[in-house]
């Protein structure tokens, strides 16, 4: 799987939109981005995946250039239940051969100041 | 409502006494996992199963013990648990061919 970089922390205000930068320069063809998010003493919860372009959902959106080396997960108008910490994965998933592998890295600390 | 759950939540033991933490799931899935969680070395993965009866290793399976009787259940034995184990755990499952996956709340094991 491809190793990913990530700022390990970062802060901001409510009501700003927050974007977190992921760098993968060996991603595969294959490979797909998935972002994760851990609050204190919880399990890591699925926020978004893409695989190129732009993806949006209910919780925040996904950029993803052309040449796939990078990632931006956006949060829009961050509230301080938004402080977590945010997991980049990058893998080939949905293949079988490489299920077993969910390699979580030390993601980014975001702090959200009211 | 789509859960993993995981028991005990919270667990005090001493070293060399067996325990074992259990983990099920009600979405059907093939794949369920353990990860260990420690301060800056982040989630590493411990074993992995892929169904019933396929277990494989993680990252760091030593000390640990799974099994997969049913599709359902994956407990997580510590067949001599040790203080190096002390750490917060976490079963999640998911989809064999899908990436969300879905963890529990996690155990947070104390060993003395």
């Known amino acids: 799987l491809a190793k990913t970089t990530q700022p390990i922390s970062m802060d901001s205000y409510e009501g700003q939109e927050v974007n977190i930068t992921c760098s993968h320069n060996?991603?595969?063809?294959?490979?797909?981005i998935t972002w994760y998010q851990q609050f204190p003493s919880q399990g890591p919860r699925f926020i978004i995946q893409g695989y190129k372009t732009k993806v949006t959902n209910e919780v925040a959106s996904l950029f993803i250039p052309a040449d796939r080396k990078s990632s931006t997960l956006s949060l829009p108008r961050v509230s301080l239940s938004d402080t977590a910490v945010y997991y980049c994965?990058?893998?080939?998933?949905?293949?079988?051969?490489?299920?077993?592998?969910?390699?979580f890295g030390s993601g980014t600390r975001l702090s959200i100041r009211p | 409502e789509a859960q993993v759950t995981q028991n005990p939540r919270y667990l005090i033991t001493v070293t060399g006494k067996k325990l074992t933490v259990t983990c099920s799931q009600n979405?059907?899935?093939?794949?369920m996992s353990w990860y260990r969680q420690d301060p800056g070395l982040g989630l590493r993965q411990i074993y992995y199963?892929?169904?019933?009866?396929?277990?494989d290793k993680g990252d760091v399976p030593e000390g640990y013990k799974v099994s997969r009787k049913e599709k359902r259940n994956f407990p997580l034995i510590l067949e001599s648990p040790s203080p190096n184990q002390t750490s917060l755990y976490f079963c999640?499952?998911?989809?064999?061919?899908?990436?969300?996956?879905?963890f529990g709340q996690g155990t947070r094991l104390t060993v003395v």
């Open positions: 060996n991603i595969a063809t294959n490979d797909y």
């Open positions: 979405m059907n899935h093939e794949y």
């Open positions: 999640a499952s998911r989809e064999v061919a899908d990436t969300e996956a879905f």
């Open positions: 994965l990058v893998g080939d998933l949905p293949r079988v051969s490489s299920a077993s592998k969910i390699i």
């Open positions: 199963s892929m169904n019933v009866e396929v277990t």
